[in-house]
T-cell receptor
Framework: GQQLNQSPQSMFIQEGEDVSMNCTSSSIFNTWLWYKQDPGEGPVLLIALYKAGELTSNGRLTAQFGITRKDSFLNISASIPSDVGIYFCAIIQGAQKLVFGQGTRLTINP | SAVISQKPSRDICQRGTSLTIQCQVDSQVTMMFWYRQQPGQSLTLIATANQGSEATYESGFVIDKFPISRPNLTFSTLTVSNMSPEDSSIYLC???????????FGEGSRLTVL
């Protein structure tokens, strides 16, 4: 199956700092997605990217679909305590299947 | 969006037993999916639950181990059969449009097998 390489695996930052994480693949995809999973919850879609080069924002979150269609990054500006959680990139494989990256676990020190 | 309810939210099970997880959606949906999230790991698709026909399983998952029912467009069950400690995971039900990638997930069912 398709392997997504997501980095970093974990981040420990101070409140107020900016965060950046990325996902790469050896294959080309038409959609890149970013989900967040809070402790004890299922993942929630943050941003969906459908076009190479697309830059999309959702509040303090900004994500970009790489021009090569093989990568994407997610930035969080001015982090706050509720940003804690696990962030997953994902792609659509075939017509039916979402494949998720390994996740980036974000911890924020107040 | 969709509201998805899963039962049980968590359970502790004995080796060799089976447990059925229920997933109820507040609206009729075409596609329902079951994912597994092993401790500290990402989500892996187990199968797609098809209404009126057998589920479609991903590589590495078989019907004997993970039988799935989909009696109507709002409900599905996943059974984890003959459990072993390796089955300790969070099992998540999801619905949505895979064409856009917009999946909605239940809160998950956290199973611990002793």
């Amino acid at each position: 199956g398709q392997q997504l390489n997501q980095s970093p695996q974990s981040m420990f930052i101070q409140e107020g700092e900016d965060v950046s994480m990325n996902c790469t693949s050896s294959s080309i995809f038409n959609t890149w997605l970013w989900y967040k999973q809070d402790p004890g919850e299922g993942p929630v879609l943050l941003i969906a990217l459908y076009k190479a080069g697309e830059l999309t924002s959702n509040g303090r979150l900004t994500a970009q679909f790489g021009i090569t269609r093989k990568d994407s990054f997610l930035n969080i500006s001015a982090s706050i305590p509720s940003d804690v959680g696990i962030y997953f990139c994902a792609i659509i494989q075939g017509a039916q299947k979402l494949v998720f990256g390994q996740g980036t676990r974000l911890t924020i020190n107040p | 969006s969709a509201v998805i309810s899963q039962k049980p939210s968590r359970d502790i099970c004995q080796r060799g037993t089976s447990l059925t997880i229920q997933c109820q959606v507040d609206s009729q949906v075409t596609m329902m999916f079951w994912y597994r999230q092993q401790p500290g790991q990402s989500l892996t698709l187990i199968a797609t639950a098809n209404q009126g026909s057998e589920a479609t399983y991903e590589s590495g998952f078989v019907i004997d181990k993970f039988p799935i029912s989909r009696p109507n467009l709002t409900f599905s069950t996943l059974t984890v059969s003959n459990m072993s400690p390796e089955d300790s995971s969070i099992y998540l039900c999801s619905v949505g449009a895979t064409t856009t990638g917009e999946l909605f997930f239940g809160e998950g069912s956290r199973l611990t097998v002793l």
